[in-house]
């Protein structure tokens, strides 16, 4: 079976995003005063091979931890379906 | 005559590299030879330069794919018995990567890339690298990196204090690192890490050999 992951990194929310504040400055500047806060990140998306989605989800898990995301500084979150 | 050995090693991107060699090799005529990433060993080597650069084009994070490049295992069982090992520039982030020093190396506060000398003020000389600075010295070394501003939490910063784990500190912040940390070592001493490039100043002739003495500090270590 086939699995599709999408993962997001975003910076801790204890740790100053300047650029996501820059990008915010900028929405600001052009109106959108509505615009609270902005958060920069990045998205990973991994195709996975794996007998189940638990298994899908743990190989994903396992590679976000050891090498795609640093819990020093990094949160991550993702999702896994079926493909 | 010292028995340091010193391996500097080459990943895909290192660009520091020579500069790391030309001082170990010709300033203090020590036995030096580069160790290619793919190789599994260090091999007789007892000092091993992780340099600055651009591993693996900076990808994902600063140091995070090198991380796992196959001379990286020895080089963390190595540090694990107490070799020494130097990561500079990019080479810290390497060993922050690696677990080898604590924190991380986030991007520059202003978000520039910074190509400048600085200075920095030796908060500890009773360390293997820094024994041949006065404590409190100022000394300018230069810096080049754009994701230099060093993190991490609480009870790490404090841990880093408590030992003594701090070396060189900016006297004026570049990057926004906090308590303005330039540099640390392990907490068993044996690693040391730091963003300013001090084999970029050791000689005389190019202006400025204010960081010879760190290299000095090491081989003199090794007797």
Redesign the interface.
């Known amino acids: 079976m086939k699995f599709s992951s999408k993962i997001k990194i975003t ?1 801790r929310k204890s ?2 995003d ?2 996501g504040k ?1 990008i915010e400055h900028s929405l600001k500047s052009i109106g959108y005063d509505s615009i609270l806060d902005t958060r920069i990140g990045k998205f990973i998306e991994l195709l996975v091979e794996a007998d189940s989605p638990e298994k899908a989800k743990q190989i994903t898990d396992d590679a976000c931890k050891k ?2 995301a ?1 819990p ?2 990094e949160d991550y979150e993702f999702e896994t379906t079926e493909l | 005559m010292s028995k340091a050995k010193i391996g500097v090693v080459v990943f895909p991107g290192s660009n520091c590299d020579h500069d790391a060699y030309n001082v170990c090799k010709h300033v203090l005529n020590a036995d030096t030879k580069f160790l290619w990433h793919k190789d599994g060993s260090i091999e007789d080597r007892n000092v091993i330069i992780l340099p600055g650069g651009f591993s693996y084009g900076d990808y994902l994070r600063c140091g995070a794919i090198s991380r796992f490049s196959s001379i990286m295992t020895d080089v963390i069982r190595f540090a694990d018995n107490g070799g020494i090992v130097i990561g500079i520039c990019n080479g810290f982030q390497v060993l922050c990567e690696s677990g080898l020093l604590p924190g991380a190396l986030l991007r520059n506060e202003n978000l520039k890339f910074i190509c400048k000398t600085v200075s920095l003020k030796v908060e500890n000389n009773k360390s293997i690298f820094t024994g041949k600075y006065d404590i409190k010295e100022d000394i300018n070394i230069p810096i080049a990196h754009g994701e230099g501003n060093y993190y991490c939490d609480e009870n790490t910063l404090s841990e880093l204090i408590s030992n003594n784990q701090i070396l060189f500190s900016y006297n004026e912040n570049p990057n926004g690192s906090l308590f303005n940390i330039a540099g640390i070592q392990s907490k068993h001493r044996n690693v040391l890490g730091m963003m300013p490039h001090p084999e970029r100043a050791s000689e005389k002739l190019l202006g400025n050999d204010d960081g010879k003495r760190l290299f000095e500090s090491v081989v003199e270590s090794i007797l």
């Open positions: 910076l740790i100053l300047p650029q820059a090498l795609l640093n020093v500084m």
